[in-house]
């Protein structure tokens, strides 16, 4: 079983920066890749940014040159630098973990274990 336990979120004001934070315990893949996804009612659960162990990072489209997933080894924390947020980036965000890709899934189904969300809104 593993657990994930989000943390960071908050509410700012457009342009301002947010980190957050995920902690993993628990009996996580040796190899792994990791995830940040968000959602808002309603809608789809849409991938933000992934990570593996090897380092190799994916970003979605509307994220790119705005935020930055990080995770030291496998004991720290999964982060997530969020700069320049703007009133869209709203939403409820989600660390997830599953087995090791090449280049890690930014769909849900690759992975097996998801956190209870930390809630970020962004007023203009």
């Known amino acids: 079983q593993v657990q994930l336990v989000e943390s960071g979120g908050g509410s700012v004001q457009a342009g301002e920066s947010l980190r957050l934070s995920c902690a993993t315990s628990g009996h996580t893949y040796r190899n792994y890749c990791m995830a940040w996804f968000r959602q808002a009612p309603g809608k789809e659960r849409e991938g933000v940014a992934a990570i593996n162990n090897k380092y190799d990072r994916r970003y979605a489209d509307s994220v790119k040159g705005r935020f930055t997933i990080s995770k030291d080894n496998a004991k720290n924390p999964l982060y997530l630098q969020m700069n320049g947020l703007r009133p869209e980036d709203t939403d409820m965000y989600y660390c997830?973990?599953?087995?090791?890709?090449?280049?890690?899934?930014?769909?849900?189904?690759?992975?097996?274990?998801w956190g209870q969300g930390t809630l970020v809104t962004v007023s203009s």
């Open positions: 997830a973990h599953g087995p090791y890709d090449r280049t890690c899934s930014l769909t849900s189904n690759q992975y097996n274990y």
